[in-house]
């Protein structure tokens, strides 16, 4: 049988309820810089999505009518101001069915990943995670732990893409316990800012069928791009089927 391979790029951005430099929250320059990234998957961090509200709190619809061509879901951490408060994915494959899950740690700040089933072609699917894990040492080690735990009991023979914020400015436990299971990457290319620089957000893959493969060929960050602190990571894997 031929192989042939299937090129995804996939973004991360935590967008940080979208307020940017002049502290208006407003989703528009977040959405003229992903128009120009043209990612097939797109994980945000920090959304709030009001079903139906007024414009200045629907950002996750705001977002997506900015971005044609992307279904969306949402997964909820915590509800704010009438809605949903979390994480958001768009891809522009077809999202088959999506789950949230939680990740919280005792009483800390609720936290969460979601699951979006990917379709790529007739026989293959891929399963995307975009998760936002808290600043806390403790609180993190723990999270990664519950997300390992949920990522055992499932039988799922696709692929898997995990990326979002991971709030992990140095390589600490929770980076080197996902590093166990999954390949990484460490992205270097600083298109912004050419400064040696920690990146809080890390991206990992575990590819768990026989059938196919994923594997990183490019990696590229932006610094700044809408106040100083935001920082976007573009990834673009490659999966070969036979």
Partial sequence: MKSHAIHVRVVTYNVHKC???????????????LQGLDAD?????????VRNGPAELDKAQHLADSLPGYSWCVGETR??????????TLSRLPIESFRNYDLTHLRRESRGCLRSDLRLD?????????????????????QVRYLLN????????????IFGDFNEWTRGL????????????EPRTMLKNTRPT????RSFVWTTSTTNQLSTSSV???????????????????????
């Fill in 150 to 161: 949920i990522l055992e009991k499932e039988t799922w023979t696709a692929p898997h893409i």
């Fill in 174 to 185: 929770a980076t080197r316990n996902m590093a166990n299971v999954f390949k990484t990457f």
């Fill in 79 to 88: 509800p704010l101001q009438g809605g949903a408060y979390g994480n958001m």
């Fill in 122 to 142: 007739s026989a293959t699917t891929i399963h995307a995670f975009n998760l936002h894990l808290g600043p806390g040492f403790i609180e993190r080690r723990h």
């Fill in 41 to 49: 998957v797109i994980g945000v961090q920090e959304i709030l999505d």
């Fill in 220 to 242: 590229s960050i932006l610094l700044g791009a809408v106040k100083p602190s935001s920082i976007l990571i573009t990834c673009r894997w490659s999966l070969t089927s036979l």
């Fill in 198 to 201: 920690r990146v809080s957000s």
């Fill in 19 to 33: 307020r940017g430099m002049d502290r208006k929250m407003s989703p528009e320059p977040i959405a003229r810089i």
